[in-house]
């Protein structure tokens, strides 16, 4: 491994915190793109540019460069927005990006195709709804997720809290967001006080926060670099956090010394703690990430080389105290609960699916779009982003209620919301992300309807699986810890893992490489009919496999890459 | 059939009486009324006799006209032979014509050669130089006048047009004239400019020598014929037996450059709009081993195009001739099949009686019903049997289309590019495509043969290289502009250029943009500026970049920079212009007539330059 800083790391410092040449490269119109650099640098800011892979084999005859366009993302702590905001949102979609609203696994919103030329234009409107798109890319503590457990009024809004202001405590200071997007004051940076928390440099790689309200794992803890588990006392109040460290999902096909993780619980905090918490592990991650290599840059590898107990000191001499025993917890799945629920205070949240979290007007189906943007019209509530890529309608009124379900009715917003769909999730993949493999979002539906088909025939249609894709090994749809997990390795073929935990807490294991969709199909219908038959009552489907001996259980990351394939062919 | 071999002996006819003529004395021609033509003439009795009748009754200007006439039909043909003019002594005679692509002076310069020879003292000017208050001093004045737009001047010729239409418009008593109007009868202005100028002269109180002639896309035999007999008209009469021969048949064909129609083949042939564009803009890529077009940078050539089989089928249909093979060939190739004009629908009535046609002329709805409609739709919606020949007469020849040429010969060497965009639209619940860019578009495939025709273009010419350019050319306006920068790369130029393009959308329309890219590296290109209407809620155009960039832009001016308009004639041309006054006026803190009066300055200085379709 070389000493040498990657070239990220020497991008950031030489970028003037992160200005790098990004105003200038918003006056250069004969292109749609913007230097390397400041490819690496504009993430920062939340955006990426990408280019339309759909078009490109014919852009060079036609003496057009590559379709670019940026995808922008929001920063929502605990993906909490206000009708007034959807709407805003709603409009910018209609006339800067494609049209659609891109709900992401990480409770916000992403706008795609928005072109150069648009971009300050975006952000200004942005800006205006009181929102922004800071850090929510980049080397640094990345939005951070709350539960929404909308019938938990108070744990919630303690979670959301924490959230709320881990993500402000943790943001970037420098003007350099202001002054390219907003025209704002030129500040000339350079003194380190500009970051006090992560200096020139930031951190060796993205850093991802969430606050878990047992027993919802809705946001998928043990997949994040840093998480906090509510723990209630008998009133419902939070007297304190488990404090998890040191998941992640991302890995490379073939390189067995990256791999997916889930998180340890490292010790307890009271709530006071909680913030100096999160500032100390990030500030270590700062301190001791590795630097030189990105593909080992994360926190997770960190505390593999090092070692939870030697990392837990360190955190505990910065906060200077000791962090308590970790307190019991239990969640029980890592999912969305459809539909109606009351809230403690009489106000009532309404769960809606959305596939694959894409919010448009379907042509002959549902205008989820539309849909929404007549809710938010009516709605004195607020919106929650979910972490499985869903929107709750929450607090609302008893008296708007009737007017709410009138819309949901109207639009078909419940409509083929069948069981496994709703426990489905895709990443975005083609034509936008420029890492896909494989197909994800466009894909992951026709596949989820073959397999209900089988599903049906045996019985289980009613039955809550978790189902996960993603069109490359970077795992945005947190694929290792779903009951199935689908990863893209080229065009038409997936891997296919099993044996994942309905509640998160288990990796999964690959059962078999390559499958095209007949061969998904038919190397899932035997285990479908197996489950069937032979599984405990309420027995899982992903702990049914293990049991059954069909695929070896992984501990933890290192054993990932261990024993893998189907065991009933390596027993034969 | 019998047509040809009337027009065959004509021809003949023709070259006796040129002989003949000279050698009959004129006591002979005088007295005796029935002997014009000799025995030896290639006739039948009967035929010779009825022609006898016809041209010893002729005036001379009758018969000069007739000759011309018969000219003109063969004019390209054989050489014809040339006998020399007796010496007159000169007489003055203005040329003064109004033109935006070239025809009208391309005729001017054929009368001045004509007068010359007869014997007149041409001058030729163009309207764009005339001053009102000068107009009376040409007591000789023949006008030939183009009509543009919906109905309007020739832009170079507009100022002084609206003079002579002003109030201040001088008296004309002592002038004769004569106005050649050019024209198109695909619109509802047909010849207005031209009709407009006759009515007004005479108003003024000029006499009218000859009257006008209207001519359409198919002018020059006409043109050729009216000319002779004009010319004759303002001379004193003289023998008539000078009358024929003193035309110089050849004339139209032979000018400086070589305008025949050249065989062309398809080397390229791309779409540059993305897939997801709703525009369709073809790149055309014309090879030519040998004989290149001899073309500059501002010229554009004229295409050939043929009409859509679907549709000659259609009409064949709708006229009971879908058997007439030979018939399909002419329509496809040779004929105008869309174009609808109420002369049309005139000689439909006059052959058909269809009593819904006539009606509809009868009480001046014509006008309105052809609004939208093509000659399918005539003939479906009045259906009627026809003769061949029945529908020939309804149609006229099929003009060529030009398209501005979009390359430059010392880069792309015996190659010409184009840049063509397909016409498509519904009217009347019918799906349309415009004849020569589809064509282009649908039928038009690599490697396939076409003929192509020089249009020349003097007023839209790069000046020396030193001297800056601003152009301006949203969608197909661009493609002259390829042409310019591509020859200041190759001379090496050292004056700064100025790009304004405009189209939808940026991702799915932006025409040529890795060129750009390069032309901006390389500094053929020293600026641009863009327009997309469809990338942001409110509608962006080129002007509204003008405006934003006046400052730049008049001090480009101020500095001697030449300013390049191409392409939309209905809107964008005059939104430009608009926008260049505003600019003079903010910029230069004048008033709207003082700015409008410095946009003028440019136009007169033939800084201003436009090449609108
Ligand atoms: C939109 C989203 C997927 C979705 O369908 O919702 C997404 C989309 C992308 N992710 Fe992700 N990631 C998204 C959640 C995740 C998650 C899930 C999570 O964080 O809970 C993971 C796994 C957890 C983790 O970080 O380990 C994830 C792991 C990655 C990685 C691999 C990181 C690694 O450590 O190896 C990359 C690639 C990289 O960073 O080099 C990546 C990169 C990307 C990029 C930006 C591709 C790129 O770098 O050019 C994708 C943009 C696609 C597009 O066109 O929109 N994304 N990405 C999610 C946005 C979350 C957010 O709002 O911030
Ligand atoms: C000097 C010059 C240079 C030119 N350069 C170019 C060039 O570089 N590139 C280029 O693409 N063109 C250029 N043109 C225009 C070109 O010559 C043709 O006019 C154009 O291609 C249309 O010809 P067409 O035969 O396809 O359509 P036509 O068969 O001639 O039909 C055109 C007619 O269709 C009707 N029409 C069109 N659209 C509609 C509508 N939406 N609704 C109702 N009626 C409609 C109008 O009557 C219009 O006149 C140039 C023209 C000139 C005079
Ligand atoms: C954009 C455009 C608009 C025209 N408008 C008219 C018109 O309104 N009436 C008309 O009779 N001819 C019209 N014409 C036909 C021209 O008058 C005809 O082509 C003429 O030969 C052009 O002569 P010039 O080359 O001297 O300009 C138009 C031609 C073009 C290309
Ligand atoms: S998982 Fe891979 S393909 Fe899917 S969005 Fe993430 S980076 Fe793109």
Known sequence: ?572 | MTGERFFYRLKFFKKNVSLTCSKIPRETQAMSAFALLPQTAPFGDDARLSLDRVLSAASPVQRAWLAGFLAGIDAGQAPLPRVDAPTRAAEPLTILFASESGNAERLAQDVAKLARKGGFKPKVVDFADLDIADLPKHERLIVIAATWGEGEPPARAARAYADLMGESAPRLERTTFAVLALGDTAYAEFCGVGKAIDARLAELGAVRTVDRIDCDLDFEAPAAAWIKSTLDAFAPIQESSDNVVSIDFGSHASTEINRDPVAAEIIEHVNLNSSRSDKETVHLVLGFDGAVPAYEPGDSLELFPENAPILVDAVLAATGLHADDTLRRVLTRERDITTLSVKTLEIFAAETEHAEVRRLLDEGQARSWIEGRQLIDLVEAFPAALTGQQLTALTRPLPPRAYSIASSRKEVGNEAHLLIAAVRYDAHGRRRGGVASTFVADRLKTGAATRVRLKPNKHFRLPDPSTDIIMIGPGTGIAPFRAFVQERRAIGADGRSWLFFGDRRYTHDFLYQLEWQDALKDGSLTRLDLAFSRDTPQKVYVQHRIWEQRHALVDWLDNGAQLYVCGDAKAMAKDVRAALVATYADVKALSAEAAELAVVELERGRRYHQDVY
């Open chain 1, 1 to 572: 491994m070389s000493k040498e800083l990657s070239r990220n790391e020497r991008i950031k410092e030489a970028s003037g915190y992160l200005r790098g040449t990004l105003a200038e490269g918003l006056t250069d119109i004969v292109t749609g793109a913007i230097t390397e650099d400041d490819q690496q640098l504009v993430k920062f800011h939340g955006m990426y540019l990408q280019d339309d892979r759909d078009l490109r084999a014919e852009r060079t005859k036609k003496k057009l460069e590559k379709a670019y366009s940026f995808m922008i993302r929001l920063r929502i702590p605990g993906g909490v927005c206000t009708p007034t905001q959807w709407l805003q949102l709603d409009r910018i979609a209609q006339d800067y990006a494609n049209g659609t609203l891109r709900l992401t696994t990480r409770q916000t919103f992403q706008f795609h195709g928005v072109i150069k030329a648009n971009l300050k234009a975006t952000m200004k409107a942005i800006d205006t709804a009181l929102l922004d798109t800071l850090a929510a890319c980049g080397d640094v503590n990345r939005n951070v997720l709350a539960s929404t457990n909308p019938h938990q009024s108070r744990a919630h809004k303690a979670a959301l809290d924490l959230a709320r202001s881990i993500s402000e405590h943790l943001l970037p200071q420098t003007a350099a967001y202001r002054e390219i997007w907003l025209d704002g004051e030129k500040v000339v940076g350079g003194e380190d006080v500009v970051e006090p928390v992560y200096g020139r440099t930031y951190l060796p790689r993205k850093f991802k926060t969430v606050v878990a309200v047992p027993p919802s794992n809705e946001v998928d803890i043990f997949a994040q670099d840093l998480g906090f588990i509510a723990i209630l006392d008998d009133a419902g109040e939070v007297k304190g956090w488990n404090v998890t460290v040191g998941g992640g999902m991302g890995m490379t096909h073939g390189e067995e010394d990256t791999y997916p993780r889930t998180a340890d619980v490292m010790g307890f905090c009271r709530p006071e703690d909680a913030l100096a918490v999160a500032e100390a592990v990030v500030t270590v991650q700062r301190d001791w990430g590795d630097r030189t290599l990105r593909k080992h840059a994360r926190l997770k590898y960190t505390i593999e080389d090092r070692g939870l107990e030697a990392f837990r000191a360190e955190v505990e001499r910065r906060i200077g105290k000791a962090l308590g025993k970790p307190q019991p917890f239990r969640f029980d799945n890592n999912g969305d609960r459809y539909g109606w629920v009351e809230g403690e205070d009489g106000r009532s949240h309404l769960t809606l699916f959305i596939e694959n979290g894409r919010l448009r007007d379907i042509p002959g189906g549902p205008s989820l779009m539309t849909g929404f943007r007549r809710i938010a019209e009516v709605h004195d509530g607020e919106f929650r982003v979910t972490a499985n890529q869903n929107v709750i309608v929450a607090n609302v009124s008893p008296e708007k209620r009737p007017e709410i379900e009138a819309l949901v009715e109207e639009y078909g917003l419940t409509s083929h919301a069948t069981a496994l769909r709703r426990n489905a999730m895709a990443c975005v993949a083609l034509p936008t992300c420029g890492l896909a493999l494989a197909e994800s979002e466009r894909y992951l539906p026709s596949l989820v309807t073959a397999l209900e088909e089988r599903l049906t025939l045996r019985g289980l249609g009613e039955d809550e699986i978790t189902i996960r894709m993603t069109g490359c090994p970077n795992g945005c749809a947190r694929p290792y810890i779903a009951e199935i997990g689908l990863v893209g390795k080229g065009p038409g073929r997936y891997n296919l893992y099993l044996g994942g935990a309905f509640d998160g807490s288990r990796l999964s294991k690959l059962y078999a490489a390559d499958l095209q969709h007949d061969e998904i199909v038919s190397a899932l219908d035997p285990l479908f009919a197996a489950y069937a038959h032979g599984r405990k009552p309420t027995e899982r489907f992903g702990d049914f496999v293990i049991r059954s001996g069909l695929v070896a259980a992984t501990r933890n990351g290192r054993d990932f890459h261990a024993n893998t394939g189907s065991l009933a062919e390596a027993a034969e």
